[in-house]
């Protein structure tokens, strides 16, 4: 059973920063990985993504101010994010492309999401 399972959640003050993390269990093999996230009444939309070989991608939104990074040892994944604003506040989600084993599909496991909110 793979099991994807966030931290690093919480309220901050604007221009503050939060580093989140995901932990991927339950398969050894893990391809691409990436943070989305969804505020009330919007879209999930993708906020940054991390290959395998650690190519990186990013939101327009947030270029600059965050910063994605993985160990695939242990099937981790960070996002560290720095100059938040309000607009940042939203439920942040895990997902990573993963199969429990050589004979399975690869799909996308999600977390269940943690909470970053701003103040001003």
């Known amino acids: 059973q793979v099991q994807v399972v966030e931290s690093g959640g919480g309220l901050v003050q604007f221009g503050g920063s939060l580093r989140l993390s995901c932990t991927i269990s339950?398969?050894?093999?893990?391809?691409?990985m990436g943070w989305y996230r969804q505020a009330p009444g919007k879209q999930r939309e993708l906020v940054a993504s991390i290959n395998m070989a650690g190519s990186s991608n990013y939101a327009e939104s947030v270029k600059g101010r965050f910063t994605i990074s993985r160990l695939n040892v242990n099937h981790t994944m960070s996002l560290q994010m720095n100059s938040l604003k309000s607009e940042d506040t939203a439920v942040y989600y895990c997902?990573?492309?993963?199969?429990?084993?050589?004979?399975?599909?690869?799909?996308?496991?999600w977390g269940q999401g943690t909470q970053v909110t701003v103040s001003s």
């Open positions: 339950g398969s050894n093999f893990v391809y691409d």
């Open positions: 997902q990573a492309q993963a199969r429990p084993s050589l004979l399975s599909k690869v799909i996308d496991y």
